[in-house]
């Protein structure tokens, strides 16, 4: 049975997991869980997955998982982690086989990339990780010897087509930038990171998108003493 370790697990791609892992029992157990805030959702997850490591946002929501798992009378319960240091515990967990990547934006980029160096398969759907800190994670990847495995549909598109025969088939790969600030130029031409009008959901996506390399390029200071501060072998 191959063991699990999910980052992001209360998140929509989180979720989905699981229901994948509900689906075929007897394939994939769970052996440790990171969520954010969401402890109701958390509490079912250790409820009907069991389990041994667990991490919150922070110290408060921790002593909070604790209380509601008392209170559901959930015994034994997992060990309980929080912030950093409790994704960390998640995705280095000795007994994970794979590790799935589905925290939001680059809260879970640390824990990916330890997870990548220790030979873990990654399934990853968190594009900032790749973004923020992709040469990197490929440079650990190919160190491990392993790869790194998309979850993102569009990706997963990809890179199903290119398994599904010999890579010395294709000549090449066409991507269309269909979404985003791409989508719209002409009203937001000139403009500076604009909220377009023209979107069906009221501009959110475009809005979103055209501010992904600003919130990007702000974490990079943060990116940068991260890595400084990595041990390094003489």
Not at 41 to 60: F, M, N, T, Y
């Amino acid at each position: 049975m191959k063991q699990l370790a999910i980052l992001g697990s209360t998140g929509s791609i989180g979720r989905q997991c699981l229901s994948v892992v509900e689906s075929l029992p007897g394939r994939f157990g769970v052996v440790a869980l990171a969520a954010g805030a969401n402890l109701e959702e958390l509490v079912g997850q250790i409820e009907r997955h069991h389990p041994e490591v667990v991490s919150v946002g922070d110290a408060k929501r921790a002593d909070d998982l604790s209380q509601l798992l008392r209170e559901k009378g959930i015994s034994p319960g997992p060990e309980i982690h929080h912030g950093r240091e409790g994704m960390l515990a998640v995705a280095a967990h000795a007994k994970a086989d794979m590790v799935v990547s589905a925290a939001v934006g680059v809260v879970g980029l640390e824990a990916t990339y330890e997870a990548v160096k220790l030979g873990k398969t990654v399934a990853l759907s968190n594009k900032e990780v790749l973004v923020a800190a992709g040469e990197l994670v490929m440079a650990a990847a190919k160190k491990a010897g392993r790869e790194l495995l998309p979850v993102d549909s569009e990706h997963n598109a990809v890179h199903q087509c290119l398994r599904g025969g010999v890579h010395g088939e294709v000549r090449r790969v066409v991507l269309t930038a269909s979404g985003g600030p791409m989508s719209c130029r002409e009203c937001c031409a000139g403009r500076e990171f604009p909220r377009c009008q023209s979107f069906t959901t009221g501009g959110k996506e475009c809005w979103r998108s055209a501010r992904m390399p600003r919130r990007i390029w702000s974490s990079r200071p943060r990116l940068e003493s991260w890595v400084s501060k990595r041990p390094t072998k003489p």
